[in-house]
């Protein structure tokens, strides 16, 4: 009896910063990060992909990894207001915050605060930022204090590297592709094998993952959305008894892909 | 996951498998059509370039609708021009089948010749085509006269008369093709009949030299 309830909490939407997987994408996003944070010449990241291919998940990875963890603020959703960002770096060093103080103060105490350390600020969702916001942020950036890792979409990502104000400056661009068949397969395998669940890897070869990547056109998120769908339907049929959907079939993959709206008939 | 959802995805999964299977054959339809379609054109252009040069044969000129005229004579050569016409179809086939198309081998310049005389054949029907008048039709009775296509410069020079009755131009060439037909009582007809109407010195002198050869 295998136990695809149980399996399909694996694939919930949610970022779990302490499951990482080597795909080949997250491995050079990983790499060029270790080798930036923490380096005051590249002030500015910028992490650019698809929605759902993985950034926000490789900044919480290196937010939470303990060479960074010490010196850097994670923002998850924008602020829309600069006393936000002012807010999170107070917190950072346990300074109480008054959001009476003008700006230029902020500034001033915020100098003090940190001089000498390289604060790495990881902001997710980047998109949403404002002109106003990123002249901001690229004045903090310019005191060497701050080094800020921008999590964005690509086609707004590009738009914005194109800018004058970001195309003379130092800064590395991180481009986050989808995953092909070969890591969606090492993905389920090292999924269910890391959590005991043997049985149902093995269900899965590579003419699945083939069919798996070409439903969801390798993005992640879709991936895992199609997983935990198929988990689903295969714990159904198995409760119900249905030998047809005992095992992994091309009826089965469709039924997933119409179930999340990947295909239509 | 409810059974009603499940069964629900059970028939979309179905419906879709269904029209998959009819698009693939659909498509493989289509690309046999197509490849057949290709092969029948290119088998069917080839052997049309080959009829000429290995059967120069007048057969391969549709027949126009004959003249209706008041006269026996032209009656007469209606019968005689549709029953060979009929007899060569036999040879028509035997000369012109498709296992020959690549075997052929014939003389470059009987090849070229061939594929120009077609070619000006094509021009003239073409021509005469997009404008039926005697001028058009004569000159091809004067082509096929010239290529010794006898039975077609009949018909066609009854085609020119019918666009310009007075002319003897297409009443000598009809009686020359009957003479090279063997049929040099009907040229000797032809040419009496058009001088009762017509006065014209080649058609009367062309008359005494086929009276002459009895």
Known sequence: MKDFEAAKEFFKDTVDPSFYFDSISAEIARNNLKEAIGDPSIP????????????????RVMHYSSAVAANSVLIEHPFFDPRDLFKELYEARGMPFDKNKTQGEFMDELFEAYVGTLCTIFIDEAQLLNDDQFEFLRILSDTKLFQFVLAMHKDEGMALLAKKQFK????LVIEYGNLDENEILRYIHTLFMGHTHGEIAMMFSKNEARVIARYAK????????FLYTLMKLLDYAQKKGLSKYRKLNSCLLT??????????? | MTSARFEELEKRCAKLKKTRIIRIVFIIASLFLVGFGSYYWMSHSTSKSLVPAVAPMPQIVPIQTPVVENNESNESVVNEEQNPSQSTDDEILFLAPHIYKNDAKLPLDETQAATRSLSHEQQLLKRYNTMQNFDNAYALAQFYFEQKSYLE???WAKEASRHNSRSEKPWILYAKAKFYLGDRAEAIRSLELFLSYINSKEAEELLIFYKGQE
């Open chain 2, 153 to 155: 410069v009949v018909t």
């Open chain 1, 168 to 171: 003379t400056r130092s800064k």
């Open chain 1, 218 to 225: 390798g993005n992640f998120r879709m991936i895992k959305k």
């Open chain 1, 44 to 59: 500015l990241i910028f992490i650019i992909g698809d929605p759902g291919v993985g950034k926000s998940h490789i900044m």
């Open chain 1, 255 to 265: 039924m997933a892909a119409l179930d999340i709206g990947l295909i239509h008939d």
